[in-house]
């Protein structure tokens, strides 16, 4: 299993368009009342190369959510780009809205074959 957590965290918090964002949580914001911000995690991570009976290569999709008080579609392009300089493909994005809670939401998910460089 390859785990490129912490880098796909670091593009999306040094990434410019993302400075005015109020934080970067794992799986689920702890709370909404600081916004906009950002939640990410890894939906999928499955091994779909070998060599001398170890994996070398992982298909991974990360999921990225925006929330907001307003328009997210300026927050949407940084994350896809920041995703895109790490090789990652934007297969899904949908247009959200919570309606209890008056919050704009972006869904946004990324798939990337990763090979370990180090083989």
Do not use: C
């Not at 008056?102 to 990324?110: C, Y």
Request: aromatic content about 16%; charged content about 15%; proline content about 3%.
């Amino acid at each position: 299993m390859q785990n490129i957590k912490s880098t796909v965290l670091s593009a999306l918090q040094t990434a410019t368009a993302l400075s005015t964002l109020t934080g970067f949580y794992f799986q689920y914001p702890t709370a909404f009342t600081n916004l906009p911000l950002l939640s990410y995690f890894e939906l999928g991570n499955v091994g779909n190369l070998y060599a001398d009976n170890q994996e070398i290569g992982s298909e991974i999709i990360f999921q990225v959510d925006l929330w907001g008080k307003t328009s997210l579609s300026n927050y949407a392009l940084a994350v896809d780009s920041a995703m895109t300089t790490l090789d990652f493909v934007r297969i899904f994005a949908t247009d959200l809205f919570e309606v209890d809670t008056q919050i704009f939401h972006k869904s946004m998910r990324f798939r990337r074959d990763y090979s370990d460089p180090n083989f």
